[in-house]
């Protein structure tokens, strides 16, 4: 699997794009802004979309998600159901701007070519919050960062829940690069070592 990173919009939000090599099938995870520089890039790798991927509903992790649909209409768009609508102070709902919108939750798959794309509900910055492995892939959206976590100060977050969250990515077995929403990315080894919040709920 092939994966392009652009940190894109006014928050440096991280965006990815996944390639299966074989098939050429994509995903994009989080557009944050840029449709049109999504859309070359994927030009430019020959690649056909058949996903748009939201790890929540956060305005600076979908504004480009409308655009991008509509520049590819086959590209299924997938949200947490309980981020279809209004989130907290970002209001951007998915469900009165995408025709069609899609739901995933917890335990979900996702055919990409060869590859599987797993959806892991981890609410705490939002309650419809998720996290997407694919392989030893994982795309933590806001919940998991570098050295961190996701904001749980915000309306609609559920500070509770973001712990559960945690410990359980903490507890996943095995290692994972780690693609977070903001900031660069890691590894979960490194994080069961060095973030304090995942240290602390790993033991």
């Known amino acids: 699997m092939k994966i392009l990173q652009r ?3 006014e928050l440096a939000t991280n965006c990815y794009i996944l390639i299966d090599e074989d098939s050429r099938d994509a995903a994009v995870i989080d557009p944050a ?3 049109e520089l999504l859309a070359q890039l994927l030009e430019d790798e020959g690649a056909q979309l058949r996903y748009i991927l939201l790890t929540h509903g956060h305005r600076d992790h979908t504004l480009a998600a409308p655009a991008l649909h509509k520049r590819f209409p086959d590209a299924a768009v997938y949200i947490h159901p309980l981020d279809k ?4 102070i970002y ?3 998915m469900e009165e701007l995408i025709d069609e919108l899609h739901f995933y939750g917890e335990g979900d798959t996702l ?3 060869g590859e599987t794309i797993e ?3 981890t609410p705490g910055h939002t309650g419809g ?4 492995r694919v392989g030893t892939a994982l795309f933590t959206g806001d919940t998991l960062f570098c050295g961190s976590m996701g904001r749980i100060d915000l309306p609609g977050a559920q500070p509770e829940k973001m712990m559960s969250s945690l410990a359980r990515l903490a507890r996943l077995d095995g290692d994972y690069d780690v693609y977070p929403g903001h900031m660069e990315t890691t590894t979960m080894a490194r994080e069961r070592q060095y973030n304090l919040y995942v240290k602390m709920l790993s033991l």
């Open 129 to 132: 919050s998720v996290c997407l």
């Open 119 to 121: 959806v892991l509900h």
């Open 111 to 113: 055919p990409l070519g």
């Open 33 to 35: 802004d840029g449709a």
């Open 85 to 88: 609508g209004q989130v907290g």
């Open 91 to 93: 209001r951007y709902p």
């Open 7 to 9: 940190t894109l919009g």
